[in-house]
C-alpha cells in the first residue's frame, strides 16, 4: 500500500467511525469533463487537435469528417495533405476538409461510403474513431490484426484504452472529449513493429512541434520513474519510511506560527498478517503535541485519533471500508492531468541516481494552496461561497531516485500570500521533506499493549 494511500485510508475509516460521514454513491464527481479538457489542451499545443469560435466543443459528437482529418493529422501526414493536389469523388465533404479527404482518397485511406459521398455529416462512433487510432498506431485491420467489430477489445488488450475507459466508450455516447482522450493516450503507445511512441515518430517527422513533443515526453519519462518506485513499494515485503511537514503561518502585523507534522510509516507482509504501524504526531502553534497512531497486528487494525479515541477492528472490515477508496478521486486511467498540474519536469541523473524536478503551474499550486486554507487555516464558508484571493509566490518538487529504482527521498515546498475573511493577508511557508529505506530492508515495529481499544460498530 503507497504512502498517500494508507494516508487517505486512515483518513478515510477515521470518517466512517463518525455517523453520517458515510459517502453515498451519488456524492462522487466525474472527472471524464477535466480529463478531456486537459487532453484537448494538450493536443492543441502539439497541432493535432482545433476547435472553433465556438471552443474545443468537447461535448457534442464528432462527425465522421472530423475523426477523418484527426486520423490524417496522427499520421502525421497534415503538411503533406494540405499542400496535395489530389481530388477526391466526393460531393458531400465541406471546403475545409477537402484536401485531408483527397490525401485519404489518394493514399488508400478511404473509399467513402459510396462512389459519390463520404457521408462527412454521419456521427462518428467510438468503434470507428478507435479503428482509425488503431490504423495511425500501425495496426492493419485489412490484414488481420483486428477487426472493426473487435476495435474497442483490441485497444484494450495492447494497453491504448484500459478498463474504464473501455466501459466508458461502451456504454456511454462517444464525444469529441472522448476523441481527444483517446488520441493522446496513443500518442503514448509504441507503434507496431516499433521500439518508438507514436509521439516520437511524429515528432521525428516533424508532424509536431519539437519543444511541445520534449514537453510531454519529459512528463512520461517522469512518470514511468515515479510509477516503477511505486510498484516497488507496493510490492516489497517491507517498507520503511518517514516524512517532516514544517508549516509558517503569519497574519500581518502579527508574531508568525509554526506547524510541524511528522510521519513514520512502517510495515511488514512478511508473516500471514501484516504487521505495520503509521504514526503521526503534530506540534500546533503553541507548542502542544498529539499524536495519531494506526497499528496493524494480528489480524486487527488499532487506531488512536488526536483525541485519544481508541478504535479496534479486524481486518477484513477494514479492508471493506478501504474498497470506498476507489470511491475518491479520478480512475487512474491517463498522464493527462499532470499537464495542466505542472508547468515544467526535469529529469537528470547524478551520481548513478535520477533526479526529477518539477514546478507547479499557477492551476496546481492554486489546488494545493486552497486544500492547506481549507484543512488547516480558515473555514471556507466564512468567504461566502467565494474562494479567496490566493497569490502563489512558489510552488516545486523534487525527488531523488536510487540506481534500482526506489525513492530514496524527495523535498515539496510551497509558498503563498491569501487574504483570510476580515481582508487580513496571510502568508504561508510550506516544506515537505520525506526519506524512504530500501524496500525490503527489515525493520523493527514496536507494538503498544493495545489495551482500552472499542470494538468498531459494523
Known amino acids: 500500500m503507497s504512502k498517500m494511500k494508507k494516508a487517505l485510508s486512515f483518513l478515510l475509516i477515521s470518517l466512517m467511525l463518525i455517523p453520517g460521514t458515510l459517502l453515498a454513491a451519488e456524492e462522487v464527481p466525474s ?3 477535466e480529463e478531456h479538457l486537459q487532453a484537448a489542451e494538450l493536443l492543441s499545443e502539439l497541432g493535432l487537435f482545433r476547435g472553433s469560435d ?11 469528417i472530423e475523426a477523418a482529418v ?35 482518397f489518394s493514399a488508400g485511406l478511404t473509399k467513402g461510403t459510396s462512389e459519390t459521398t463520404f457521408d462527412s455529416a454521419a456521427l462518428c462512433s467510438a468503434q470507428m474513431y478507435v479503428t482509425f487510432v488503431l490504423r495511425a498506431l500501425g495496426y492493419d485491420d485489412g490484414k488481420g490484426d483486428f477487426t472493426y467489430n473487435n476495435a474497442i477489445t483490441f485497444a484494450r488488450m495492447e494497453n491504448l484504452l484500459n478498463s474504464d475507459f473501455t466501459k466508458r466508450l461502451n456504454s456511454n455516447d462517444f464525444i469529441r472529449g472522448d476523441m481527444a482522450l483517446v488520441s493522446y493516450c496513443s500518442l503514448l503507445c509504441t507503434v507496431k ?28 519519462r517522469a512518470y514511468d520513474i515515479t510509477s516503477y518506485a511505486s510498484y516497488l513499494e507496493n510490492t516489497s515485503a517491507t517498507y520503511n519510511q518517514e516524512e517532516t511537514e514544517d508549516i509558517l503561518y503569519s497574519i500581518e502585523g502579527h508574531q508568525p506560527f509554526t506547524l510541524k507534522l511528522v510521519s513514520q510509516w512502517k510495515g511488514s507482509y512478511e508473516g500471514a498478517l501484516p504487521v505495520a504501524s503509521s504514526i503521526y504526531t503534530s ?77 507547479l503551474s499557477e492551476r496546481g499550486a492554486l489546488e494545493l494552496a486552497l486544500y492547506y486554507i481549507e484543512s488547516v487555516f480558515e473555514n471556507l464558508d466564512d468567504y461566502g461561497g467565494d ?63 493495545f489495551s482500552g481499544y472499542t470494538e468498531a460498530i459494523r
Open 387 to 449: 474562494e479567496p484571493i490566493v497569490l502563489i509566490r512558489a510552488a516545486s518538487q523534487s525527488y531523488i531516485f536510487h540506481e534500482d529504482g526506489y525513492m530514496e527521498s524527495y523535498t515539496e515546498t510551497l509558498d503563498f500570500d491569501y487574504m483570510g475573511p476580515e481582508d487580513d493577508k496571510c502568508t504561508v511557508s510550506i516544506s515537505v521533506k520525506g526519506k524512504n529505506a530500501e524496500p525490503g530492508t527489515p525493520v523493527s515495529i514496536e507494538l503498544p499493549s
Open 283 to 359: 506540534t500546533n502553534w503553541d507548542g502542544e503535541k498529539n499524536t495519531y497512531t494506526v497499528y496493524f497486528s494480528d489480524g486487527h487494525v488499532y487506531i488512536k485519533d488526536y483525541s485519544g479515541t481508541k478504535t479496534k477492528m479486524d481486518l477484513d472490515f477494514y479492508n471493506k471500508l478501504n474498497e470506498l477508496d476507489s470511491m475518491i478521486g479520478p480512475p487512474v486511467y491517463s498522464t493527462v492531468g499532470m499537464f495542466s498540474k505542472y508547468s515544467s519536469c526535469s529529469v537528470s541523473e547524478k551520481d548513478g541516481k535520477v533526479v526529477i524536478t518539477r514546478t
Open 70 to 104: 484527426m486520423l490524417v493529422r496522427l499520421l502525421g501526414k497534415e503538411a503533406e495533405a494540405t499542400a496535395t493536389t489530389a481530388a477526391h469523388p466526393f460531393t458531400d465533404v465541406p471546403n475545409w476538409a477537402s484536401k485531408y479527404i483527397a490525401y485519404m
Open 193 to 220: 513493429d516499433s521500439e518508438n511512441l507514436l509521439l516520437e515518430k511524429l515528432k521525428s517527422e516533424g508532424a509536431v512541434p519539437a519543444a511541445a513533443a520534449d514537453r510531454v515526453l519529459g512528463y512520461i
Open 54 to 64: 465556438k471552443g474545443f466543443e468537447l461535448e457534442r459528437a464528432p462527425s465522421r
Open 31 to 33: 472527472y471524464a469533463a
